[in-house]
């Protein structure tokens, strides 16, 4: 049978044994740069190809093979680029435009 609890949110204990620093200091920027070339970097679906792409060149040390189904690696990068706009969002609704109050 089948848990009905939730799974835990991706978080950077998810990433192998290792990874956590070379991840934080290469892959993201990287990833960041690439999605951040998109006409409109908010939307991104279909980046499980490019996010492979990226993780085979940067990563060498650590195989993976990205999925969006139940990968913990993909879910933590989707949820960074989800949750950051909306941080950034939240900032400038916050303080650039209460300035102009």
Request: charged residues 15%; contains cysteine; negative net charge.
């Amino acid at each position: 049978m089948a848990s009905n609890k939730a799974r835990p949110p991706p978080s950077n204990n998810d990433l192998p044994a290792g990874a956590r620093s070379f991840y934080t200091a290469y892959f993201v920027p990287v990833l960041r740069k690439y999605v951040g070339a998109f006409d409109n970097p908010w939307v991104t679906d279909g980046l499980v190809g490019p996010i492979q792409t990226i993780w085979n060149g940067i990563m060498k040390d650590w195989p993976h093979t990205i999925s969006d189904e139940t990968d913990a690696i993909y879910h933590l990068v989707s949820v960074f680029f989800c949750v950051q706009p909306r941080a950034l969002m939240l900032y400038y609704l916050i303080t650039v435009d209460s300035e102009s109050l």
